[in-house]
């Protein structure tokens, strides 16, 4: 049976879908914060860096830990419109991963799940001495980092929001059977990447066209072009592919999730769950409730993608839903409408 905490937030999120529809339109007509996107040196690492600054002093400092791959561009209209609905009075920033840039600064460098945990600590580390509680939101598996991120920072990391987390195997999908293998046979990995660097070459027009045909009907056009730009790169390719590679080696070497420290952090802790997800399905959001029964769980039943912030209708909806959970976290008690 689902928690009272979890309906609660079930109820939130209802009044989320009755109002999305006018926030999209009322937005046209009041842009939200332009990210600035930035290069800084994160752990020996060159890291782009999207954010968007509070108009005032900031009450908390939102970090977004990005999924598989991890192109801080994709997430520019989301930090937007996160920064939007709290009426610019946090920070926001959102971390690539290594090598999942737009020039090759890794210089052919391939960096693991664990170089990527790694890497976000040393930024973490960074944030230590500024006195501002700091909210982890991760997407994919950006949540399973940012839970890594939380048993080392307990006291800076004041919550953790997975969206649409990917924190263990899902031994029902056969479409994760297939991505495992393949990701894990490295003549698969290189004819990728290899497929990809070769597109690079193509004309833009080319490129769009073939983008447009293909992943194209769902996803709105600024993710498009995002895509082109850096997935039709050798370097980006094969880091997505690589890092796919070792979160499979990870979850298929340890018992995940980790429920006895989801337990201990149920506090901090919130999982948005997606109807048709295979990273995380509702088997996994059931599972959670059963082991976790107080922890924070939202299932999204709008039809949203797994890639919720390739369209401007999925980045709106998670940008409430993020404000919701923060208050619910606050306030177990009880929420305020979004």
């Not at 709290?86 to 991963?97: A, D, L, P």
């Not at 990527?116 to 909210?135: C, F, N, S």
């Not at 598996?141 to 929001?161: D, M, N, S, Y």
């Amino acid at each position: 049976m689902p928690s009272a905490t979890s309906n609660t937030l079930q109820g939130d999120i209802a009044a989320v879908k009755s109002t999305v529809v006018d926030e999209m339109q009322s937005t046209h007509s009041s842009s939200p914060p332009e990210p600035v996107l930035s290069i800084s040196l994160i752990g020996n690492h060159t890291t782009e860096v999207l954010s968007v600054d509070s108009s005032e002093p900031p009450l908390v400092h939102l970090v977004i830990i990005p999924g598989n791959p991890g192109i801080v561009a994709y997430y520019e209209e989301l930090i937007g419109l996160i920064s939007e609905v709290v009426s610019r009075k946090w920070k926001i920033t959102c971390i690539s991963h290594v090598g999942h840039t737009q020039r090759d600064w890794e210089k052919g460098k391939l960096s693991s799940l664990q170089d990527q945990i790694e890497h976000k600590a040393a930024y973490l580390r960074t944030l230590e001495d500024q006195g501002l509680p700091v909210i982890l939101v991760g997407h994919s598996i950006g949540a399973h980092i940012a839970l890594e991120l939380l048993r080392r920072f307990p006291k800076l990391v004041t919550k953790v929001i997975g969206l649409y987390p990917f924190l263990s195997l899902n031994l029902d999908s056969s479409e994760q059977k297939i991505l495992g293998r393949a990701t894990r046979f490295y003549p698969a990995r290189l004819a990728f990447s290899t497929l990809a660097g070769t597109l690079g070459f193509l004309p833009a027009s080319l490129q769009m066209a073939l983008l447009r045909s293909t992943i194209g009907k769902a996803w709105d056009q600024p993710a498009i072009d995002v895509t082109r730009r850096y997935m039709l790169t050798h370097h980006v390719a094969a880091n997505y592919v690589y890092m796919g590679a070792t979160e499979f080696e990870t979850f298929a070497r340890l018992e995940l999730p980790d429920w006895e420290f989801l337990d201990s952090q149920k506090g901090k802790v919130a999982l948005l769950f997606g109807a048709d997800d295979h990273w995380g399905p509702i088997s996994l959001s059931d599972l959670a409730r059963e082991r976790v029964p107080l922890l924070h769980i939202i299932e999204e039943k709008e039809g949203l993608l797994h890639a919720f912030c390739c369209t401007r209708r999925g980045s709106l909806w998670v940008a409430k839903v993020i404000h919701s959970i923060c208050i619910a976290l606050e306030n177990p008690g009880g929420l305020s409408d979004l």
